[in-house]
Nanobody, 125 residues
Framework: QVQLVESGGGSVQAGGSLRLSCAAS????????MAWFRQAPGKDREGVAAFIGDSRTNYADSVKGRFTISKDNAKSTLQLQMNSLKPEDTAMYYC???????????????????WGQGTQVTVSS
């Protein structure tokens, strides 16, 4: 099991930027695929960005070109740089970790067994 703690959420105006961080502990970090998901009120949790292995990434179409996922294996941290934010990006954002052997797409909720508590991102127009 790996424990995940998110930070960096907040409120920003449309067009602004935020950087989310996720600190992982409790297991061998490098053996997991890692991702960011989000869930808006009344909607399903959706994959936003993921690392599949050390270098392969996958992004939801809605965030391509605006969001960038990065990680530091030495520090066991995962980041999400969010630029050009839109009101529709408003959601609770979750860090997720899954067994790398079962991660293929990276943005599917069923690929992940470990979740953080979430950090709120609110974008006003």
């Amino acid at each position: 099991q790996v424990q995940l703690v998110e930070s960096g959420g907040g409120s920003v105006q449309a067009g602004g930027s935020l950087r989310l961080s996720c600190a992982a502990s409790g297991s061998t970090y490098s053996r997991y695929c890692m991702a960011w998901f989000r869930q808006a009120p009344g909607k399903d949790r959706e994959g936003v960005a993921a690392f599949i292995g050390d270098s392969r990434t996958n992004y939801a179409d809605s965030v391509k070109g605006r969001f960038t996922i990065s990680k530091d294996n030495a520090k066991s941290t995962l980041q999400l740089q969010m630029n050009s934010l839109k009101p529709e990006d408003t959601a609770m954002y979750y860090c997720a970790a899954g067994d790398w052997r079962y991660c293929t797409n990276g943005l599917l909720r069923g690929e992940y067994t470990n979740w953080g508590q979430g950090t709120q991102v609110t974008v006003s127009s």
